[in-house]
C-alpha cells in the first residue's frame, strides 16, 4: 500500500491518559499535515511540517498537542492529560512541495479518538 | 481569514437524478477550491479543484464544480447519481497553490435513494 498510513485506527482512552498516533506519509513527500475532525465537523487544521521542520500551528494545538516528525519521514501527533472535548478523528496528509502549481494532497483514513 | 459555508446540511436525492452541492467562500485574494468526498469512518478523497483557467472544473467519478467569482461559489454537480455516491461531502478553500492549511464547510450529506 502506497498510500498515507495512520495507526492506530482507533483508540479508546481514559481521560487524563496520553495517546500518541503515528503517520507514514507517502514516500518522498516532504509535506505533512494533521487535521482534526468532530463528528458533524469539516477538517480543522492543526499543523504542518515541511520535512522535519514544524512551519506552522493552529491556535487549536493546546499545550497538551504536540507533533514532531524527527527524521522527516514519519510524524507523531501526542496528546497529553486527555479530555473528553479531544474525541475526534486526526486525520493525517501528504503532499510533494514542488513549484508546480497544484500537487495533490493524500489523506489518511483518520484515527478515532474516543475519550471517556 | 478563509471560511467556507455549504448551507445544506443533508440533501436526499433519487438514483439516476441530478445533484448539486453548494458552497460559498469567503477570502480576499485569488481562492484555491476543492471538494472532497469521505465515506463512513474514511478519509477523505479529492474530487476535483480550482486553480486557475476554466471556471469550469470536471473531477473524478463524474463530478464537476463551476467557480464563479461574482457569488463567491463553488458549487458541485453531477448529472445522474449512483447509489455509490451517498457520502459526506466537503468544500474547502485554501489561502495559495500547493499550500493545503485549508478552510472546510461543515460537510453536506448525501443520501441516494432507489
Not at chain 2, 53 to 64: A, C, P, R, S
Amino acid at each position: 500500500d502506497t498510500g498515507v498510513s495512520q495507526d492506530p485506527r482507533h483508540k479508546i482512552t481514559k481521560r487524563g491518559q496520553n495517546v500518541t498516533f503515528r503517520c507514514d506519509p507517502i514516500s518522498e513527500h516532504n509535506r505533512l499535515y494533521w487535521y482534526r475532525q468532530t463528528l458533524g465537523q469539516g477538517p480543522e487544521f492543526l499543523t504542518y511540517f515541511q520535512n522535519e521542520a514544524q512551519l506552522e500551528k493552529s491556535r487549536l494545538l493546546s499545550d497538551r498537542f504536540s507533533a514532531e516528525r524527527p527524521k522527516g519521514s514519519f510524524s507523531t501527533l501526542e496528546i497529553q492529560r486527555t479530555e473528553q472535548g479531544d474525541s475526534a478523528m486526526y486525520l493525517c496528509a501528504s503532499t510533494v512541495r514542488t513549484g508546480i502549481v497544484g500537487n495533490t494532497i493524500y489523506f489518511g483514513e483518520g484515527s478515532w479518538l474516543t475519550v471517556v | 481569514a478563509q471560511s467556507v459555508t455549504q448551507p445544506d446540511i443533508h440533501i436526499t436525492v433519487s438514483e439516476g437524478a441530478s445533484l448539486e452541492l453548494r458552497c460559498n467562500y469567503s477570502y480576499g485574494a485569488t481562492p484555491y477550491l476543492f471538494w472532497y468526498v469521505q465515506s463512513p469512518g474514511q478519509g477523505l478523497q479529492l474530487l476535483l479543484k480550482y486553480f486557475s483557467g476554466d471556471t469550469l472544473v470536471q473531477g473524478i467519478k463524474g463530478f464537476e464544480a463551476e467557480f464563479k467569482r461574482s457569488q463567491s461559489s463553488f458549487n458541485l454537480r453531477k448529472p445522474s447519481v449512483h447509489w455509490s455516491d451517498a457520502a459526506e461531502y466537503f468544500c474547502a478553500v485554501g489561502p495559495r497553490a500547493n499550500d493545503y492549511k485549508l478552510s472546510f464547510g461543515a460537510g453536506t450529506t448525501v443520501t441516494v435513494r432507489a
